[in-house]
């Protein structure tokens, strides 16, 4: 038989924080219900600034502490929530949680992607789990049925829109055709990018999430820093139109895949087919489209932010914890890594490219330009002439190749540098079909 | 501490039997390495026609058999897989497992929506589980993740697009502007639909899952002939060219909400908006977007039968019963039936409508049809008369309301029908915004 009741805390109380303390407080009786047992949130630890403000409205003072220690001495307190997020003082927190025979649910991604193997391990030694359904994709379910629901397959590949900020942003520059920056501008005024933005627009937040996901599946631990990572402040409304005029959408793709022997992880833009699923994921939303090897594509799409959405993943991943005290399971789910499995470097990565560049427009230019292609064993699939600059004598041109390695095509871009011919090379995009 | 190893029975082996069966001999370790213990396959049910075929091939005889009771007798055999379908004998086969205090898999799915509640009865009982991922969605993570992941929600409504074969048809009216005899009549060809079709035409395989999804997360139990179900033979290619013209994709939607204290639940052709989500699900996938007061919309997709998808989610449900035997684990999961919640009778829902009629062409024949929905209390968003036929005298004319009562619009229908300017009424399809 189980505990009578599995007491709660919280730790963090911002936005999410709040909302998560709301949900526990509000739904005890669901909550308690769907558990099997009591849930009862037992202690908040909050900072100084939040004290007072209308975020504690109604709920009981005794419940709050500023002090870490009173927090951590709270009794029968058998779950704790981190939704502080962060490096410091979260990593810290949460080790001390485990250490102290804590189940953890936590909504960082950047901690789960930077030291998740070191948590699952202090995790198997004190016996507890730990969850982060809501570290990846906000409300959506994407860890469980990674962890549970698609667990007989091989999970070949991963392609993910998974941050909202750049997904809202390519979306206006596609639909408005405009450029980059006006179009971050207003979404920094809209809340949608924040007023430093380069986490989210290099792809770093994108990244966390795919190292996460393919730590999970892949049977390797995958860290950030081994993701190549491609951010959006690139594109130009230009390559959106060019990208239209041949059948695509660009996204910010979050990959990971087998090949070879060997998985390949990384976050860039790129174009994907018209007609694909993932070029129909608009504005903020999320999508990740897992590819099994039994169960075929399966796509999960929703909001992939926000109190409301992580609070349902956070209560939900608290409703599992209790029902697992509640009938002593203690066989809890960490990443199965296993030795051997390579990351594949980028310089052996294939795929098609499209390139855009601006030439003069003389004789013998594009001769000139298919040449260094040829030289480096590079097959062109489509090249079009676009937009002449009659007073500057300028063209630009856009390349499609056929699948190639991305080393040749670099050191084309580089042999084109070199043109005489060649002005400047402006995009260079990666094709997902 | 757990058993040292679970021994698992397998009931069918049909296309998706012989798919489950192999799966769990060649992924053996890996399914055992997952589940926390050895999973081994103790003894296949077949029926004699089986025995010698290909299907066969290269599994050992000694699994076999075609007695019940020698399968029921087998030893250590702790989860029994069914994949029979239909109710004969697969329901006595299933009640038997549960009363010899086995944990059942199944991917029936008329078996669940007709007697869900009885065999979740029985399974308290005798306190085993039953797990029936595969009975909604193939390998598409449906169950779980409404049954686990999004628990914290209340669930306001369930949109899916559930039934491959009629999306399929439907894709194809659509895109190529042909009627709906001679795309079935391919679509048979091919494999996509049955010979005896009607089960997937009329929205009853959609209903029984439906009855599923709405039992299990809106505290009512819905029986299949609780829910208004209309088929998609009616519709013609025009439909889906007035259709598209007005901005919309017609989806044979089964569609659960809660409204106004009580619920609805239908399976029917509905326009929806073709910017939406649901409008891009093509071909043979399916799509279940669920709605829920924290997660907002989220929106599972991927194919929705076969023999791998659904023998994906079989296994899973595998290596879940699994994990809970080996630890002890003796809480799960039935429906939470609640009392007083009624389901809304069809005469009141409300909603927009499409009207398609064809008229004789008179003056004043438009001004009597606009008067009987006036008089009716419903009111028209938009009226286009389309594709006179001076030889015959008559046109069509197509209506669009706004939310109405669909008392009322079956009210006006039948005094339409009495009017000497209409002569037919040629369709009649609800919209979902």
Redesign the interface.
Known sequence: MGKKSIGVGLMGFGVIGSQVGR?LLN?AA??S??A?SMVVLRKIKVIEPDLGTPKTDGIDPVLFTIDENEFFNTPDMDIVIEVIGGEKPARSYNERAIKAGKHVVTANKELIAKYGSELMELAKIHNVSLNY?AAVG????LI??LQ??????NIEGIYAIINGTTNYILTRMSSEDIDFAPVLAEAQKLGYAEANPSNDIEGIDAAYKLAIMASLTMEIRVRPEDIYCEGISKLESRDFRYASELGYAIKLLAIARHSNGSVEVHVYPAFVPEGS?LA?VDGVYNAVLVE????????????GA?A??T???V??NV??AA??I??????HSYW?IKPGKKIKPMSEITTRYYIRMTINDMPGALAGIAGVFGNCGISISAALQKEDNLEEKSAEIVIMTHPSKEEAVQAALKELNNLSVVKTINNFIRVEE
Request: proline residues 6%; hydrophobic residues 35%.
């Open positions: 949900v739904r669901h909550i219900e769907q099997g359904e906000g409300g959506i379910p469980a049925p549970k629901d698609l667990v007989a397959n699923f129909k099994g090897d039994l169960v075929g594509k399966v796509t999960f799409w929703g909001e926000g409301k959405p609070s349902s993943a209560v939900a409703i599992q029902r697992k509640a009938c002593g399971d203690t066989s199965k």
